[in-house]
């Protein structure tokens, strides 16, 4: 099948990769990851442009990409290539706008996914906990009705952008006994008897992630995000476009990880000839370049998928586990060409080397996308 852009689609991925380049140079990029800052003025701009509602319908304020996860992945393709973190400062926010949008009542609308959409407030998922990591339905922390109020108990992790100011958490907390009976609930991170602690990670150092614990935290009855129990089907309603983002993003940052190896290996020289001249270097970088356009290929043909209507969780999960290796393939590639220049923070090649890594792991682990695609061969549950 034919996977070319149209006009439509090449025109936009020229506005999007001559944006990031011209207002958001990777020195900017690199300085926010040295100094742990979250990218503001890119977030800014990106409400100014429209683009924070890209998957956010029409009737509510947005663009309504959420219609084309084609024009949707090129756009995460382009805001991903200089660092998967500033990517992740963008569309962490925009998954959780999706559910407000979705299944939120008109008052939650304006309340949270308008100030959103200028720019003004932030946006983050909370599902994970200290004992439940891939097993999502493993969760303990609970919210029970008392009179017009959610209690909220217990101890979640990995809850990145929690800390920033005027921020909304989408908190998935148990409300029955059914192994999935799991609500979701608007939390603003300012809500009394949530605290919030910043983890020092080795990545996600602009947007950075959190540990909350809540202890006998009191939200209004409306804090609830559609139905009670209905919490499991709607954070998995996202996975799909969460998990196209994240590979168009790695296979965006996997190939300025490849052209920077390459210039490197093009204007180095040793032992009287230039480093690309040595055979075991240059099948290195064909290979990559190889392995990066099946990639490439791969993760178009699924948001080409899903653009149609078709089921494409398993397609979605064989782009996302093959993007993510082919980058950290890539990147640590690029680690042993550039050598001790690779540890280098303005040579770049150890951010897009630890960012690799942790989209090993991110938006589901490269174990449970094998379970996932198994699972569509038949093999297994």
Not at 123 to 139: L, M, N, R, T
Not at 234 to 252: P, T
Request: aromatic letters at 8%; glycine letters at 8%; a negative charge.
């Amino acid at each position: 099948m034919d996977y070319s852009f149209n006009d439509e689609q090449r025109m936009w991925r020229d506005v999007v990769f001559s944006f990031m380049d011209r207002e958001f140079p990777r020195e900017k990029l690199r300085h926010h990851d040295q100094n742990r800052e979250f990218p503001e003025a890119l977030y800014r701009e990106m409400a100014a442009q429209g683009w924070l509602g890209l998957l956010i319908p029409e009737e509510h304020g947005g663009l309504g990409m959420d219609r084309d996860p084609v024009m949707f992945a090129i756009f995460c393709e382009a805001i991903g290539k200089d660092s998967l973190d500033t990517a992740a400062c963008i569309m962490t926010s925009m998954f959780t706008a999706t559910n407000v949008s979705k299944h939120g009542t008109e008052a939650q609308r304006q309340r949270y996914l308008e100030p959103f959409l200028r720019g003004e407030a932030k946006f983050c998922i909370s599902i994970s906990e200290p004992q439940s990591g891939s097993d999502a339905a493993g969760a303990r922390s609970t919210a029970r009705l008392d009179g017009d109020e959610w209690v909220v108990n217990g101890n979640k992790v990995w809850c990145s952008g929690a800390h920033h100011p005027n921020s909304c958490i989408a908190m998935m907390l148990r409300t029955g006994e059914g192994r999935y009976d799991f609500s979701v609930l608007l939390v603003p991170n300012d809500t009394p008897g949530l605290e919030i602690q910043k983890m020092d990670t080795l990545v996600r150092r602009s947007l950075g992630t959190t540990s909350l614990f809540m202890d006998d935290m009191r939200l209004p009855k409306d804090a609830l995000l559609g139905e009670v129990n209905k919490g499991w089907q709607y954070i998995g309603e996202h996975l799909d476009f969460e998990r196209l983002s994240i590979a168009a993003s790695q296979i965006g940052n996997a190939q300025t990880a490849l052209d920077d190896t390459v210039k490197y290996l093009s204007e180095r020289s040793a032992f009287g000839k230039k480093l690309a001249e040595f055979q075991v270097l240059k099948h290195r970088m064909a290979e990559d370049r190889a392995r990066l356009s099946a990639a490439f290929y791969l993760v178009y043909a699924a948001a080409s998928a899903m653009a149609r209507g078709e089921k494409s969780s398993a397609l979605v999960a064989q782009a996302k586990l093959i993007a993510s290796q082919t980058l950290f393939d890539i990147a640590t590639n690029g680690m042993q060409a550039l050598g001790g220049y690779a540890q280098l923070p303005e040579y770049d090649m150890e951010r897009y080397f630890r960012e690799a890594k942790h989209g090993m792991v991110g938006g589901g682990t490269n174990e449970i996308l094998r379970s996932i695609i198994a699972k569509s061969m038949g093999l297994g549950r």
